[in-house]
């Protein structure tokens, strides 16, 4: 997304360079929800300028990254918790505030 309310684009990007904790996904599949969509319409704020790459709800293949995963088929969370604060301890994830 470049601009607010612009037609959408698909664009071909440098590949990013990973750390030996990260993997890099060949994304098979993207949802683009009602939060991408209030991206584009204004109507959500996010800590990120333009230009944004909408759809955070993925699946694909792992083509780099640790031995154990590489050609795995995954999904990527929407929501990634911190795993360490009172709320993700209490089993309450979707309500971190370090998300």
Known sequence: MTALKADFARVESELPTITADEALVKVAGCGVCHTDLGFWNDGVRTKKE???TLGHEISGTV?????HLKGRRVIVPAVLPCGEC????KGRSNMCQKQ
Do not use: S
Not at 63 to 67: I, N, Q
Not at 86 to 89: M, N
């Open 50 to 52: 333009l230009p944004l």
């Open 63 to 67: 083509l780099e990254g640790p031995a």
């Open 86 to 89: 009172d709320l993700c301890k």
